[in-house]
């Protein structure tokens, strides 16, 4: 008896449905930057000079005005790309500079968050922002791993797009606390669950 092995495709993330959705504005405003001569590289730089500048004023205390800089920097990430594409200037480099900087950008922001907590001599806050930022970096680490053994993972619950869309806001409102430990749990979570799928793929 033959056994037929059915490959299920990975469900489509909230992160790819955007992408879908504004695919064609952004492709618009990737020509218009383009034809200005701005380069990928530099929209790239730009969003991490921001995100530094956002997370200094949440170290700070002012978490509102931080808060709305951070997020303001959120569409950079997707208009570096489109101007890539836009100009044909999509290289294996180019992609490996954007994850590398959404990395920093991640760890730059908890960073400021962690001082902020630090001064407010906030024992949970720190414990929390340090949890907010190991799952961050696991959730993108087993994806990575996954890929240089010849798997894909994108499964979770909360990607990079949904850790700054809590964090961001949560800022703002003045609630650091209840933004990171959404991240810290929801983070981790994702994280086992990409564990999970790849050694179901493995399997």
Known sequence: ?????????????????????????????????????????????????????????????????????????????????????????????GAFIDSVSDRYIEIIIYVGILWFFITQNNILGIVLTFLASSGSVLVSYTRARAQSLGMETKVGILTRFERMIVIGPSLIISQPLIGVALVAFLANLTAFQRISDVKRQSE
């Open 1 to 93: 008896m033959v056994e037929h092995h059915i490959e299920k495709k990975a469900p489509i993330t909230f992160t790819e449905r955007l992408r879908t959705l504004f695919k064609l504005p952004l492709l618009k405003i990737g020509l218009f930057f383009h034809s200005l001569g701005i380069k990928p590289n530099w929209i790239t730089l730009f969003g991490l000079l921001g995100t530094v500048i956002g997370s200094y004023f949440v170290s700070q205390g002012k978490l509102v005005l931080g808060g709305a800089i951070i997020l303001a920097m959120g569409p950079i990430d997707a208009l570096d790309g489109a101007v890539a594409r836009a100009g044909e200037e999509v290289t294996k480099f």
